[in-house]
């Protein structure tokens, strides 16, 4: 992205926020959908997909590993996939360009094949540490060679056989997860995850879907995942539902701006991604679930939410695993309640596409917001509903969540609060500025 001029971009609210509006497909769900379509024997058909350059990493990584994967002239996405054992050789280093999901996730589906992969990524993917993942994947046979401290380029060697692992999770992650879930598809007997606290499914869910041998229990350890390698995965039609990481935006905007009413259609409402939702309606978010109905396994409902006063509280740790990407626009809701809000638990944010506690420390500060910073969160002071100063240029650091989550302080901020570069926002979520405007935002 830096090797392109940068765009700034500003968002202002001259009324209230009102109408529909629809979210692009989940990431994590899409990710999932390609890598796994692409280990069936058979056509999947993917309806919904998030087409943001995230997933596209995805989707040329799987075909350049010998999948065949098209977007059909409807929308569909149809993919002819290798068969679990089948990835082929690629011929070039894979680009993941800011995508740590495909990166992580891809390194454990390599892990177990009779392979050698090269994993490059722009500059911030390459400054965020791969040992959370290549330790694991070590222990079951693979080989790396990585840049200083852990980081991309990476180059790794695939084992096969791969050696099954339990792995008890030292942190709570869903992709450190799915990475050892991922290496055992292919490997002999019986590779376990056993995580003591609880992260997002969707690969659990979805692993099932497409066949997988795969079970889950509760232990005194915690969660434990078993799943029975060299599976046969079956094409299936996948409609991804709407991603409640891109939904949080929404949900803010319209909670901090006076007067505002939307609905926010079809978006995912699976437990271990409601954290957000969970702690707005306690700060006294006005956000009601209509047509909660069942997709593909997985829960959906329309959002209608209004304008609401919010209140500062001590945020629950344990909400952390369900809304670790939300937490930089949690902090945009803490920066309007009434009195402090404390937000903590959230260690995963210092290794995100960017340090995403000390960018909306200082992102929120410069828009005059009183805010304390510790190791694993933020304390904010909040304006008690009254607009932010503002009147700031606001560092993203090439991340897309800070680029949103400050856009959305600009709607109710006294002066401009303009991003420097608007550019990363393109990875997760293409149409955010035009659905800002259908809102009735105007973009500068």
């Not at 992969?117 to 390459?126: E, I, Q």
């Not at 006076?258 to 409601?274: E, Q």
Request: aromatic share 4%; glycine share 10%.
């Amino acid at each position: 992205m830096s090797a392109f001029p940068a765009q700034p971009l500003y968002l202002v609210a001259n009324g209230p926020l009102a109408g529909r509006v629809s979210v692009p497909g989940d990431k994590s769900i899409s990710h999932r959908a390609i890598m796994f379509a692409s280990l069936a024997v058979g056509e999947s058909r993917i309806e919904g997909l998030l087409e943001g350059e995230d997933v596209l990493a995805t989707v040329a990584a799987m075909r350049a590993m010998g999948a065949d994967v098209a977007r059909g002239g409807d929308g569909v996405w149809r993919v002819h996939g290798v068969g679990v054992g089948g990835l082929l050789q690629p011929q070039t280093a894979l680009d993941m360009g800011n995508s740590g999901t495909s990166t992580r996730l891809l390194m454990g589906l390599v892990a177990s094949h009779a392979i050698t992969a090269t994993f490059v990524g722009d500059a911030s993917l390459s400054k965020r540490p791969m040992a959370r993942v290549t330790d694991p994947l070590a222990r079951v046979g693979a080989s790396f060679t990585t840049a200083p401290g852990g980081r991309l380029p990476l180059t790794m060697h695939g084992a096969c056989p791969a050696i099954p692992l339990e792995y008890v999770l030292p942190v709570a992650s869903a992709q450190v997860k799915s990475a050892v879930l991922l290496a055992g598809l292919n490997t002999p007997g019986i590779t376990r995850v056993i995580e003591p606290i609880p992260t997002r499914d969707h690969s659990e869910r979805m692993l099932r879907g497409f066949g997988a041998d795969l079970t889950v229990e509760e232990s005194a350890r915690g969660r434990v995942i078993s799943i029975r390698g060299e599976a046969e995965l079956k094409p299936q039609h996948i409609i991804v539902p709407g991603d409640p990481s891109s939904a949080a935006f929404w949900m803010v905007a319209a909670s901090i701006v006076p007067g505002s009413d939307i609905v926010i259609a079809n978006v995912l409402m699976n437990p271990t991604r409601t954290g957000l939702l969970t702690a707005l309606r306690m700060m006294g978010a006005s956000i009601d679930e209509i047509d909660r109905r069942d997709v593909g396994g997985e829960d959906v409902a329309d959002l209608h939410v209004r304008h609401a006063s919010l209140s500062g509280i001590e945020i629950p740790a344990d909400l952390a695993p369900s809304m670790i990407d939300e937490y930089p626009v949690l902090f945009v809701a803490a920066a309007f309640a009434s009195g402090r809000t404390v937000a903590r638990g959230a260690h995963e944010l210092r290794v995100k596409e960017s340090d995403r506690i000390a960018a909306m420390a200082a992102a929120l500060g410069a828009c005059g917001v009183a805010c304390t910073e510790h190791e694993d969160g933020l304390a904010i002071e909040g304006t008690d509903g009254d607009p932010i100063p503002g009147g700031a240029t606001i560092a993203t650091h090439l991340d897309h969540r800070i680029a949103m989550s400050m856009a959305v302080v600009g709607l109710h901020a006294r002066a401009p609060v303009v991003i420097d570069d608007a550019a990363p926002i393109a990875t997760s979520y293409p149409g955010f500025v035009a659905q800002a405007v259908l809102l009735g935002a105007e973009a500068r």
